[in-house]
């Protein structure tokens, strides 16, 4: 069942069009969203999130229309958890505190329940030794994961995740993917990511979006293998395909193009997937992080 | 290490567990199972884990939640209700922008009312505007790092800046109606002010869904400036809170709250209003 549905949503900045008539919909589970910098996917999220409105287009959460009256879109809003791409910190507050406060401000009234509610959270994220630390002592990662926590406040049905794993280490990673992977049961999780290696361990479906545009919405498996036989691993280096690297081992891994001489067929991951739908424009983005 | 000779029977950890022994019969119960593990092993199934983790929970609960922030008790103690008082105080950027600019406009107008020789005016100019300019300081992206969650909270944007607007106007209550006492000229003027203060709100709000929340402080203040100005030329002092005027504010403000009402619906912006 549908937790999400968006048909035909638009939506501008000035002259510049974000998100450009797309049609969306999922459910229970986890659909990453991946594309380059400027495709449109936090405007996506935000509106899912119902931070914004889009231009046109139908907006349906919960089988609610948040549009139609602020009755529904507060029923929504009672049910969703929403992850900021950048969220300031007060830097007063400790993590408990802050936590405290969201909880407030979605409704968590009893001082009790708060309380074991915000705890929750805190332990979920694995921050429970740093409950009473004020923010602004906790490092980059510990904060991602406050911010992180105060979106799982309630378990919500319709959790929305802007760049989740941005600042976090490996082992954090790993311990997000579990948590999230755990909530995705009962609860429809969209999230936002540059990393394809989350993408490929968390989500059963993926959206590619390039220029406001879906370009791509399945399943990983099978983004995988639209890169099947255009992946090789070559000797010397090459300027032929969309996208090419010295690997560990010493060789070339070169992405699309055809194929060079004296190379071997090397099986493709979803980064190189990711890289051959969007071609120059992901790799200018791959070069920019090498860089 | 203890070892018993005897065991509580079954029936007794039952009735334990009940709670159907009297004080002196679950003591020594109690005394028994803390050094018999062997009891403790036969009441752990009679015991329902839901009733022990709530029991655990609640625990917790006490324990390790940290003390509330002095603030917070504090406003709590005046009255306000937790979870309020938690969203008014909570933050250090919260509280320094609706008190200090409270009190900094009110010490403000009460040296310009002495220095002015006892003239009312600048008392009624500023007094209105505080609230006013309270609210403009204490929302918005730059004061307000939580604005991204407010936008998407249940509690709603609209109504934690009424609330923030009510704080505002009532850390300055007591201020502004003793300094309105002081002052020269009816008695009833310490309180009139509050009818172009309370209209003042919904009128920012309303300007502010068009142009942002500076910029609508700037026109609002601008105006009551005027108006205030320019009836000290011919006009009594007191004629800007003056009983007809005060209809005249009150008809603002049902306009303003309109305003708000059509601007939501005609845009399609998700809180255009606010």
Not at chain 2, 215 to 220: E, K, N
Request: aromatic content about 6%; some cysteine.
């Amino acid at each position: 069942m549908n937790l999400v549905e968006l048909r035909g949503v638009t939506k501008r900045y000035g002259g510049t069009v974000a998100v450009a008539g797309i049609d969306l919909a999922f459910g229970e589970g986890v659909t990453g969203l991946l594309g380059p910098n400027g495709a449109g996917k936090t405007t996506v999220l935000r509106i899912v999130a119902t931070s914004i409105a889009p231009d046109r287009g139908d907006v349906r959460v919960l089988g609610r229309d948040p549009l139609q009256s602020q009755t529904e879109l507060t029923e929504i809003r009672r049910r969703l958890g929403y992850l900021p791409q950048e969220l300031g910190l007060p830097h007063d507050m400790t993590t408990f505190g802050f936590i405290d406060y969201v909880a407030v401000l979605k409704e968590w009234n009893d001082q009790t329940r708060r309380a074991n509610e915000v705890r929750r959270v805190i332990d979920v994220v694995g921050l429970g030794p740093c409950a009473t630390k004020r923010v602004v002592k906790l490092s980059g990662g510990q904060r991602r994961r406050v911010a992180l926590a105060q979106a799982l406040l309630g378990q919500p049905q319709v959790l929305v995740l802007d760049e989740p794993t941005t600042g976090l280490d490996p082992s954090q990673r790993a311990s997000l993917r579990q948590t999230l992977s755990a909530m995705a049961t009962d609860s429809a999780v969209l999230l936002s990511t540059h990393q394809t290696e989350d993408v490929a361990a968390l989500c059963e479906r993926v959206v590619v979006l390039a220029e406001g545009a879906i370009r791509f919405d399945g399943s990983v498996t099978d983004l995988v293998s639209t890169a099947a036989g255009r992946v090789w691993l070559c000797d010397e280096p090459t300027e032929t395909g969309v996208a090419s690297w010295r690997t560990g081992t010493g060789r070339q891994r070169v992405v699309g193009g055809p194929r060079p001489s004296n190379s071997d067929p090397a099986e493709p991951t979803l980064e190189d997937a990711y890289l051959l739908m969007l071609g120059d424009r992901a790799a200018a983005e791959l070069s920019l992080y090498d860089g | 290490m203890t070892t018993h000779t005897w065991h509580t029977g079954a029936d007794l950890l039952e009735a334990y567990v009940a709670g159907r022994l009297d004080a002196l019969e679950g003591a020594s119960v109690e005394q028994h199972l803390m050094t018999c593990p062997e009891c403790r092993g036969r009441l752990t199934p009679l015991v329902e884990a839901p009733l022990l983790d709530h029991a655990w929970a609640g625990i917790r609960a006490a324990v390790e939640r940290p003390p509330q922030p002095f603030f917070i008790r504090m406003a709590r103690r005046a009255g306000l209700s937790e979870p309020t008082a938690v969203l008014l105080t909570g933050s250090a950027s919260l509280r320094t922008a609706w008190l200090s600019s409270s009190l900094v406009a009110l010490g403000f107008a009460f040296i310009a009312a002495r220095v002015s020789d006892g003239l009312l005016w600048p008392f009624l100019l500023v007094a209105p505007l505080v609230p006013v300019l309270g609210v403009a300081v204490s929302y918005g992206p730059s004061t307000d790092p939580l604005e991204t969650l407010i936008v998407t909270s249940p509690y709603g944007r609209t109504r934690l800046i009424l609330v923030r607007a009510l704080a505002v106007l009532a850390s300055c209550l007591p201020f502004a109606a003793v300094l309105g006492l002081m002052l020269p000229g009816p008695l009833w003027v310490a309180a009139a002010w509050l009818g172009p203060a309370l209209a003042m709100i919904p009128v920012l709000l309303a300007i502010a869904s068009f142009i942002g929340p500076r910029a609508a402080a700037g026109v609002i203040s601008g105006g009551w400036s005027a108006v205030v100005l320019l009836s000290t030329r011919r006009l009594p002092a007191t004629w800007p809170v003056e009983p007809d005027r005060q209809l005249v504010f009150l008809a603002l403000a049902a306009a303003a709250c309109a305003v708000l009402a059509l601007r939501s619906r005609v845009t399609r912006q998700i809180g255009a209003a606010l």
